[in-house]
T-cell receptor
Framework: AQSVTQLGSHVSVSEGALVLLRCNYS??????LFWYVQYPNQGLQLLLK??????LVKGINGFEAEFKKSETSFHLTKPSAHMSDAAEYFC????????????FGTGTRLQVTL | GAVVSQHPSWVICKSGTSVKIECRSL??????MFWYRQFPKQSLMLMAT?????????EQGVEKDKFLINHASLTLSTLTVTSAHPEDSSFYIC?????????FGSGTRLTVV
């Protein structure tokens, strides 16, 4: 079985501040972990993914995430928030890179204020 | 990069009618298609998994006779909501996998009135 837990359904930061979105996973096998962003009434866009290579993964739009096995975490960070980062963010886990289903967390809505 | 075209982007239908949602992989072969449902301000819940030429595998609690999935080719999968009712109103998203990993469609907002 696999699952992810996203702590904080809503996070608010000021423009220019650090963004930290938390994700903890549970998996019986080495996991593949993903972060997606969703804008209203749109599909999901991949920010980054961990596939057992480097533990620090750099993604698009300045986001990065670090895989910490000891903490079973895969938190998403961005040094400086931009207004355009306001969206819903989902952490997801799968057993394989592509063939198995993705299990999503409950999502975190990021609000960016002036 | 990989693109999945999902149509329609939104649809309003009368209760009791059927609605078909299409997902087409434009530049790659989608060996597996996943169909998700998302309620407002909630996460994505997997409804079913389909492989080209095979019957779809439905998640527990999803009515296979109500949500018909066809994956007749490596580039096209369809979800038909049969005899739709207001409680079927939701956002439906497909995700195709192939050489590029998971690629999501843009979603379909279904409203049943």
């Amino acid at each position: 079985a696999q699952s992810v837990t996203q702590l904080g359904s809503h996070v608010s930061v000021s423009e220019g501040a650090l963004v930290l979105l938390r994700c903890n996973y549970s998996s019986s096998v080495p996991p593949y972990l993903f972060w997606y962003v969703q804008y209203p009434n749109q599909g999901l866009q991949l920010l980054l993914k961990y596939t057992s290579a480097a533990t620090l993964v750099k993604g698009i739009n300045g986001f990065e995430a670090e895989f910490k096995k000891s903490e079973t975490s895969f938190h998403l960070t961005k040094p400086s928030a931009h207004m355009s980062d306001a969206a819903e963010y989902f952490c997801a886990v799968s057993h394989t890179g592509t063939a198995s289903k993705l299990t999503f967390g409950t999502g975190t809505r990021l609000q960016v204020t002036l | 990069g990989a693109v999945v075209s999902q149509h329609p982007s939104w649809v309003i239908c009368k209760s009791g009618t059927s609605v078909k949602i299409e997902c087409r992989s434009l530049d790659f072969q989608a060996t597996t298609m996943f169909w998700y449902r998302q309620f407002p301000k909630q996460s994505l819940m997997l409804m079913a998994t389909s492989n080209e030429g095979s019957k779809a595998t439905y998640e527990q609690g999803v009515e296979k006779d109500k949500f018909l999935i066809n994956h007749a080719s490596l580039t096209l999968s369809t979800l038909t909501v049969t005899s739709a009712h207001p409680e079927d109103s939701s956002f439906y998203i497909c995700s195709a996998t192939g050489d590029y990993g998971y690629t999501f469609g843009s979603g379909t907002r279904l409203t049943v009135v």
